[in-house]
């Protein structure tokens, strides 16, 4: 009786890439969990020279002190989870409130001849108001349409 | 005379070549893309702020900058700044704002060096050329008060550090609630 073989499998039709693929494999696994991505960061430059205000013998900062009275907000906390701002003769005790005022205040100013780029808006924050509220208002300011927006410190 | 017949090809296993292109693009993708075994100094403990501004500044080198950690130092009513000063260590290195035994302010001492070169002074060549593209990024938390914030600035503008950059994070992410 003739036995039926089956048929012989043919692997010389091409190079193996089974050790290729596992390698390959192993590097994009090793990839995907080593690897950081960047994405979530945002970050805030500021714009504008820091300015010392009660130190009479500050130096100028590189570019020298700008030359117009810069805008100045008042950032006080009565209260440790909020926040009070005061630029000019509003007051906002929220982000939303604050770039609203602050949108107020720059089609004021641009009514009244200034350009937008010019304009230097400068936080001076109460020592004891949170750094998470210093950045909402650095925000409020510049989604406001303000360009120019820095700190003031006291020392 | 006997005839050859060629057996077909791939009769027997699946074709992968269209998963080792991919595959391989992938890889490419990673290896350009991922950061491996780059380190800035950044404190991962610390909660940064969150920003909804579109338009903030994404960074993509951050090459000639010096990472800031700024928080409160507990029960000492001073910032504790924490920063990669020496890239040997691999570890970020606490930089006392003012050194009470000598009066000196370490991290400005810092600042200067790396913006002015090893002389710490305006002017020089080599090794104490001026670094007008230095720049600062500073990570504070979220809940310090500014008067740990404020000398850190005035240590930045005493060296005359022309960019100060604070880093937040994009309102998108996923925020935990702090216990």
Known sequence: MKLSVGKKVSYESGPNMTPLVDIVMVLLIFLMIAGTFAGQERYLVSTVPLRQTGAGGATPPPGGFPRDEPLEIHVTSPVPDRFTARVGQYKAESAGELQQAMRQLLQQLVAAGKRPEDLQVVIAPDRAVKYKFLIDVYTAAQMAGFQKVGFSTTQ | ?179
């Not at chain 2, 350009?32 to 920003?51: F, L, Q, R």
């Not at chain 2, 960074?59 to 001073?78: F, H």
């Not at chain 2, 600062?136 to 000398?151: S, W």
């Open chain 2, 1 to 179: 005379m006997k005839r050859h017949v060629l057996e077909q090809p791939h009769v027997s296993h699946p074709n992968v070549t269209p998963l080792i292109d991919i595959v391989m693009c992938m890889v490419i993708f990673f290896m350009m893309v991922a950061k491996i075994g780059v380190t800035t100094g950044a404190d991962p403990t610390i909660e940064v702020p969150v920003s909804t501004l579109s338009r903030a500044l994404q960074i993509e080198s951050l090459s000639n900058t010096l990472v800031l950690n700024v928080r409160e130092k507990r029960p000492l009513d001073e910032p504790l700044v924490t920063a990669l000063v020496d890239g040997a260590s691999g570890q970020p290195q606490e930089i006392r704002v003012r050194d009470p035994a000598s009066g000196k302010s370490p991290l400005l001492e810092v600042l200067r060096r790396l913006r002015y070169g090893r002389d710490g002074r305006p002017g020089g060549t080599g090794l104490n050329a001026d670094n007008d593209d230095f720049r600062v990024i500073i990570r504070g938390d979220k809940e310090m008060g500014y008067r740990f914030l404020e000398p850190v600035l005035v240590a930045c503008a005493q060296a005359n550090v022309g960019k100060v950059i604070y880093q937040t994070r994009a309102r998108t992410e996923l925020v935990q609630e702090t216990p």
